[in-house]
Nanobody, 126 residues
Framework: QVQLVESGGGLVQAGGSLSISCVTS????????MAWFRQPPGKEREFVAA????????YYTDSVKGRFTISRDNAKNTVILQMNSLKPEDTAVYYC???????????????????WGQGTQVTVSS
């Protein structure tokens, strides 16, 4: 069983930056591929970014490429999403997710991930 706890959300003005983190429990963090999803108000949860166990594979959704950076610290059981040049449309609850499965064509799907955090709110004001 893996437990994920996000932190670092908040209110930021458009153009600003914010870093959110996800700490996982357990000793096997290196087994898991990790991802960030977000759920804007009134919309479905959507993929944001993913990073493989060894950081050799990274994916971003098109709308955040060049602005967001996903990274992980395996020694601290932590995955981080650095968000720069934030826009009001980035406003959402951001969720951390984990899976022991290797990346496949379903990597961007919510159904691919076994474990989820409770979410952290990110609000970008215009």
């Amino acid at each position: 069983q893996v437990q994920l706890v996000e932190s670092g959300g908040g209110l930021v003005q458009a153009g600003g930056s914010l870093s959110i983190s996800c700490v996982t429990s357990g000793r096997d963090f290196r087994r898991y591929n990790m991802a960030w999803f977000r759920q804007p108000p009134g919309k479905e949860r959507e993929f944001v970014a993913a990073i493989s166990r060894d950081e050799s594979i990274i994916y971003y959704t098109d709308s955040v490429k060049g602005r967001f950076t996903i990274s992980r610290d395996n020694a601290k059981n932590t995955v981080i999403l650095q968000m720069n040049s934030l826009k009001p449309e980035d406003t959402a609850v951001y969720y951390c997710a984990a899976t022991p499965a290797p990346f496949t064509g379903n990597t961007l799907s919510t159904g691919f991930y076994n474990y989820w955090g409770q979410g952290t709110q990110v609000t970008v004001s215009s």
